[in-house]
C-alpha cells in the first residue's frame, strides 16, 4: 500500500517537473502531464483498494520539520477516499489527452503541472495522519485547484476563482483553530494523539462545529455554497470533474475524521447529528433549486453537487446520531448509505462534467439556450449524459438509487428509533429528500432534453460533432461504473457497511443477501439488479411488439412537429427558461434567498478583494465577484439588509393573506404548540 | 410459485381492466353531461384500431420518443407485479419496498416529460415540463404519508403495511387514517385527472405531451397511462384499504381477494370518476393552493403520528 502511493506521488512529481520543462513543446508537455498522470493514478487506486480491505497502517515517514513527523494512515475510510479520487483522476488524464488539445496556448505546461500537483496533495490530505501537515497539504490542495480555476485568464475565471480563494481559506481558518483547540488540549499535533484523548465536551462540540463549517466550505453546503457554481465551471471540464467529483468529497471525509475519529473518545453528541441533517436536508433542497435557475451547464452541475452533499451528509448525520444513540444498525446503515452516495456522487458527476466538457469541445459554448439537438451529431456522448442524468436523478436500477435507498431507509429508522424531537428532524429530512428528487428529475429533463434533443438553435450546434476516441473512452468508463455500482449493489453495498462498521469500530451491519439489498430496522428488501433484469425483459417485449405493428402497418417521418397550424420555428422550442420559470412560479421565496447569500457573500470576497488591492497583488485582485444581477461590491449593510428583507418579503406575505402560506403557517403553529403541551406534560 | 402466479393475475388484471376502466369513466362524464355516451368498450376499439394504424414519427424525435411508450407501460407492469393487491403480502417483496415503487413510477415520468422535449414541438414540451412540476408538487406529500405508514407500521415494505393495516394493528389509528386521506388527495392528483390534467390540458395544449405520437406508440402511451391510473389507484386500495385481501394464500383466499380488490378499485374509481366531472379545471399556476392542502394533511397525520393519537 505504502509503496504503491509512494510510488504515485513520485509519478505526479515527475508528471509535474516535466510538464513544466516541457512547456515550449505543448504536445510533449501534455503528453507527459497526462500519461505519467494516469500512471500515478493507476499506482493510487491499487493501493486505495489495498487499503479498503487490509487493517490500519499507520507509517512515520520522518520530513524535514523538527515538531512535526510526516505521519501517514492508510485505513479503509482512506482507502475509499484515494480509491474514488484515483478513478477520477484516472478518467480526467485520459479525456484530458484530447481536452487538452484546447489549452496549448493557455499555458498547457503549468496546467499539466498544477493538476499533478492538485491530484497529489489530494491524496495526501486524505492520508496524512498529523494536523500540521494536513493543514499544509489541504493548502496545497487549494491553491493548485485555483490556479486550475484561473487557467481561462477571462475576467469571469478571476472572478470565480478569487471568491473560491477567499472561500477556501474562511474554511482553512475554521478547520485550523478548531485543530488548534484540540492540540492545545493534548498536547501534540499527531493526529494519534487526539484520539488517544477524552476532550471536554464543550470543547469537543466548538472543535466539531468548527471543523464542520471548515470543511463544509470545502464541500459547498449551504451557506457557503456560493464558491461551487462560479469556480467549478470555470476549470478546464475534467478539472471540474476532478474538483466537484472528488476535492469536495474531501471535505465530507474531513467531516466524518473529526467526528468518529479524532473525537472518538469525546463521543459523539445527538446535536452535532442533527446539525449535520438540517444542513444536509437544507443543502440539498437549496441547491437542487438553482440549479433549476440555471442556463449554463457546468453552473447547473455545480449547483448539483451543493445539492448532493447535502444527501450525503443526511447519510452522514443520521450516522452520527445513531452512534450517539448507541443504536448500531442506525449508525452503520446511515454511514454506510453517506458513504455509498459519496462513491455514486463521484461516479456521476465526474460523467456529467465531462459530458459538458465534450459539449463545450464541439460546440464552444456552454449556454443551453444555444444548443440542442446534439443527440443526433454526438450519440456516445448524448447516451452517456443520458445515463448520467439518470443515475443522478436517482432512477432504478442505476447506482444514484441505491444510495438514496439506503439514505431513506436510514432517515425513517431513525424517524422510528427516535423520541419526539428526532422524529420531526427527520421527517423534515424526508420531505427535503423527496422535494429534492423530484426537482432532480426536473433539472436533468431539462439538462438533457434542452441541450441535446429537439433541434439545433445555433450554428454552433449545428456544426457539433462527435469527440475524439480518448474523451469517448472517459465517459463510457464511468457510465459502466454507474450501471456496475447500481446492478452490482449486493456485492458493493457489504463494503460500504464494512468501512462504516470500520469508522465506528463496530461490527458490520447486513445490507445485503444474496442479490437483494436489505434494511433490517424497516424489514425492506429491494434490488436493483431484479429490477434491471425486469425492466430489460418487460420494455424489450413491449419494444418489439410496437416494432411488429410499426412493420406489419407502417412507419413515416414527418419532418416538422405540429404548431397548432403554424410553421415550426426554432423560436418556438422550450428552452431552459420555460422550465425554469415553472418552477420560479412555485418557489420564488427560495431563490430571493439566494439573492441575499449571493450578495453576503459577494460582500464578503469584495472586502478581501480591497485588501488584496491595497496589497497591490497581481492578477487575483480582482474586484468582488458579481451575483446573479451583476451586483458589483455589494457593502456589507446592504447585503444583510437584502437578507433581511427577503425574509421580511415572505413573512409579509402571512399578513397579505396568502392561502398557501397560511396552511403552512397553520401547521407549524398547531406542531408548536402541541410540542408544547407534551413537554409540559 | 402461487406468488408468480398471483403476480402476473395483478399484472393481466391491471392491463386488461384499464380501457374498461377508462371506457366507464367516459361513459359515467356522459351521463352526467346527460349524453348518451359511447360504448364502455369504446377504449378497446380505438386502442385496436391505433395499433393498426401507419404510425408517423415527427423529424427532429430520435431514441428517446421511440424507447418511451414501452418504457412507460413496462415500468407500470413492473409496479403493478409487486403491489400487495389480492393478498396482504408483496407477491415479489424485491418490488415491494415503498421507495422502489416511488422511485420507479420516476422513471416512466422522466422519460415522458423527455420526449416530450425530443419532438420539438412547443405544445408537447409544455406538457411534459407542467407534467414535472405536478410532481415536484405532489411528490413530497405522497412520501410525508407513507412515512407516517412506515413508522406506523414499523417497515418500508407495502406488503409489510397493508398486513399491519388490516389487522388494526398499525398505531396510531388517528394517524393512520388522515395520511390515508392525504394519500387518497396525492393520489387523485397523481392520476392526472380534472382539474390535475395540466399536462394535456386539452383545452389549452391538445393533448400535450401525445401530440406528436401516433399509431402503435399513440396506442401503447394511451393503454400506459390509463394503466398508470389504475396502478395508483391500487396502490391507495393495496395500502390503506387491504381489507379482505388474503391473509394466507390459499387459491380460496386468493380468489376472494381478487373478487374484493376488484370491488375496492371499481369503487375508488366511481369515486374518482364522479369527483372528475363535478369540478373545473384550474390554471396550473394555482395548482400549488391543491398541493399545498393536500401537503398540510399529511404534515397533519405526521403530527398526529408524533402525538400518538
Known sequence: MLELMLLSLGLSATGAVLSLLLMRAPAAAKTAACTLGMGAAAASLASGVAAIGSPALLANLGGPVPFADLTVLFNPLSGLLVAVISVLALVAWLFGLSYFNEYYDKGIGTLGCFMNLFVASMMMVILCDNAFWFLVFFELMSLTSYMLVIVEGDEKSFKGGFLYLVMAHIGFLMIAVSFFLMASACGSLEFAAFRATAFDPALATAAFALAFFGFGAKAGIVPFHSWLPQAHPAAPSNVSALMSGGMIKIGVFGIMKVCFDLLALSGGQLGWGVLVVVIGAVSSVLGVVYALGEHDLKSLLAYHSVENIGIILLGVGTGIVGWACGNLWLAGVGLAAGLYHLVNHAMFKGLLFLGAGSVLHATGTRNMEALGGLARLMPVTAVCFLAGSLAISAIPPLNGFVSEWFTYQALIGAAMAGGIGLRVVFAFAVVALAITGALAVTCFVKAFGVTFLGKPRSDAAKAAHEVPASMRLGMVALTALCAALGLGAAWFAPVMSGIAASVLAAPAMPVAAGTALVSLDTISVTSPLLIAVLLAVVVGACALARNAANRAHGLKVDPEPWACGYAPDVHMETLASTVAAGVRGFMGPLYGIREGVNSAGAAVAGVFGRAFEAGACGQGAAPAPPSREQRVRVPLSESVMSVLRSVGAWFSRLEGGDFRTYIVYIVGALVFFLALIILVR | ?309
Not at chain 2, 267 to 291: C, D, K, P, S
Open chain 2, 1 to 309: 410459485m402461487i406468488e408468480f402466479t398471483v403476480a402476473v393475475i395483478q399484472v393481466l388484471l391491471l392491463v386488461l381492466l384499464a380501457p374498461l376502466a377508462s371506457g366507464v369513466a367516459r361513459k359515467i362524464r356522459a351521463k352526467m353531461h346527460t349524453r348518451q355516451g359511447t360504448s364502455i368498450f369504446q377504449d378497446y376499439y380505438d386502442l385496436a384500431k391505433l395499433w393498426r394504424r401507419c404510425e408517423v414519427q415527427p423529424g427532429g424525435a430520435g431514441l428517446v420518443s421511440r424507447a418511451m411508450p414501452p418504457v412507460f407501460l413496462g415500468t407500470m407492469v413492473i409496479v403493478a407485479a409487486g403491489l400487495p393487491l389480492i393478498a396482504r403480502a408483496c407477491p415479489v417483496p424485491l418490488l415491494g419496498d415503498v421507495i422502489t415503487v416511488l422511485y420507479l413510477m420516476a422513471l416512466p415520468r422522466f422519460m415522458f416529460s423527455l420526449a416530450a422535449l425530443d419532438s420539438a414541438g412547443s405544445y408537447t414540451a409544455v406538457g411534459g415540463v407542467r407534467e414535472l412540476l405536478l410532481g415536484v408538487l405532489v411528490e413530497p406529500a405522497l412520501i410525508l404519508t407513507l412515512m407516517v405508514l412506515a413508522l406506523a407500521c414499523g417497515s418500508t415494505n407495502l406488503g409489510v403495511m397493508a398486513d399491519s393495516v388490516a389487522s388494526l394493528v398499525a398505531y396510531p389509528p388517528v394517524a393512520v387514517v388522515v395520511a390515508g386521506v392525504a394519500f387518497a388527495c396525492a393520489c387523485y392528483v397523481e392520476m392526472g385527472k380534472l382539474p390535475f390534467d395540466v399536462a394535456e390540458a386539452e383545452q389549452e395544449l391538445q393533448e400535450g405531451p401525445l401530440a406528436e405520437f401516433s399509431g402503435p406508440s399513440l396506442a401503447m402511451l394511451k393503454l400506459g397511462m390509463s394503466v398508470k391510473q389504475l396502478v395508483v389507484a391500487s396502490l391507495f386500495v393495496a395500502v390503506f384499504l387491504p381489507f379482505g385481501a388474503a391473509s394466507v394464500a390459499t387459491p380460496l383466499g386468493l380468489a376472494v381477494g381478487l373478487a374484493l380488490f376488484v370491488a375496492k378499485l371499481a369503487a375508488v374509481l366511481l369515486v374518482a370518476a364522479v369527483i372528475e366531472n363535478a369540478v373545473m379545471r384550474v390554471r396550473y399556476q394555482f395548482l400549488g393552493r391543491y398541493t399545498w392542502f393536500v401537503f398540510g394533511l399529511a404534515a397533519l397525520s405526521f403530527v398526529f403520528l408524533v402525538i400518538g393519537i
